[in-house]
C-alpha cells in the first residue's frame, strides 16, 4: 500500500496569509505514461465529508477558489492557500489514486491565529 | 447534479453484519462514467478506502485487503443503490462510513453520501 504522510498535524495561520501543507507518498505517484501525480486534496470541514479540492497534483475542480493551489511531483507535494480566509478553517487531505487500495494521509488542521 | 443518500443503522452488535445502502439520483449506478466506493472514518484509522463497484459492459469489484473477507459492495440497479454488507464486526468498525463517489477518468471522491456513524456496541 502506499503510504500518506501529511505535516504539520495542525497549523495556525493568520487572516490573509499563505498556509502550505504537506503531503509526502511512500513511493511515487507519478504515472509516467501520461506524465501526471495522482494525488488529491480535500477540504473538510466538521459534520460534513470530504470536499474535492484538486487532483492530478494541481488541477482545481471545478468551482474551487484560486487561492487553492496544489504542486509537486514524485513522492513530495505541497497544497498552499495563498491566503487564509475564515471559510478554510477545515481539515486538509491528501490522497493517492495511482493504485489499489486507494489511501489518505492523516489530516492537517487548519486554523486561524 | 448527483446526490448519494445514506440508511443504515447506526448501533450494530459486535459478531453482526452492518448493513448500509447509498441511493443515488443523478446519475445511474449501471453508467460507464462513474464508479462507486464505501469509505469510513474514524479517529483511529482516520479516511480509510474500504472498496468499490463499477459497471464497464459488465460489474467488476475492488476491496481493501484489509476488509476484503467480510465486506460485500453490491449494486441493485432496480433501485439505483450501491449496499455495503460488513459481516462480523468488532468495535473496530466504529465508524462514520461514506459512500462516493468518481468519475471514469481519476479516482477521486466527487460526490459523497451524507455520512452515516455506525457504532459497534453490544
Known amino acids: 500500500d502506499v503510504v500518506m504522510t501529511q505535516s504539520p498535524d495542525s497549523l495556525a495561520v493568520s487572516l490573509g496569509e499563505r498556509a502550505t501543507i504537506n503531503c509526502k507518498s511512500s513511493?511515487?505517484?507519478?504515472?509516467?505514461?501520461?506524465?501526471?501525480?495522482?494525488l488529491a486534496w480535500y477540504q473538510q470541514k466538521p459534520r460534513q465529508p470530504p470536499k474535492l479540492l484538486i487532483y492530478?497534483?494541481?488541477t482545481r475542480e471545478s468551482g474551487v477558489p484560486d487561492r487553492f493551489s496544489g504542486s509537486g511531483s514524485g513522492t513530495d507535494f505541497n497544497l498552499t492557500i495563498s491566503s487564509l480566509q475564515a471559510e478554510d478553517v477545515a481539515v486538509y487531505y491528501c490522497?493517492?489514486?495511482?493504485?489499489?487500495?486507494?489511501?489518505f494521509g492523516g489530516g492537517t488542521k487548519v486554523e486561524i491565529k | 447534479q448527483v446526490q448519494l443518500q445514506q440508511s443504515g443503522p447506526g448501533l450494530v452488535k459486535p459478531s453482526q453484519t452492518l448493513s448500509l445502502t447509498c441511493v443515488v439520483s443523478?446519475?445511474?449506478?449501471?453508467?460507464?462514467?462513474?464508479?462507486w466506493n464505501w469509505i469510513r472514518q474514524s479517529p483511529s484509522r482516520g479516511l480509510e478506502w474500504l472498496g468499490r463497484?463499477?459497471?464497464?459492459?459488465?460489474?467488476?469489484?475492488d476491496y481493501a485487503v484489509s476488509v476484503k473477507s467480510r465486506l460485500t459492495i453490491r449494486p441493485d440497479t432496480s433501485k439505483n443503490q450501491i449496499s455495503l454488507q460488513l459481516n462480523s464486526v468488532t468495535p473496530e468498525d466504529t465508524a462514520v462510513y461514506y459512500c462516493a463517489r468518481n468519475p471514469a477518468q481519476v479516482s477521486t471522491m466527487i460526490d459523497w453520501g451524507q455520512g452515516t456513524l455506525v457504532t459497534v456496541s453490544s
Open positions: 463497484t463499477y459497471y464497464r459492459s459488465k460489474w467488476s469489484f
Open positions: 443523478g446519475d445511474s449506478v449501471s453508467s460507464n462514467s462513474g464508479t
Open positions: 513511493q511515487s505517484v507519478l504515472y509516467s505514461s501520461d506524465n501526471k501525480n495522482y
Open positions: 492530478w497534483a494541481s
Open positions: 490522497q493517492q489514486h495511482y493504485s489499489l487500495p486507494l489511501t
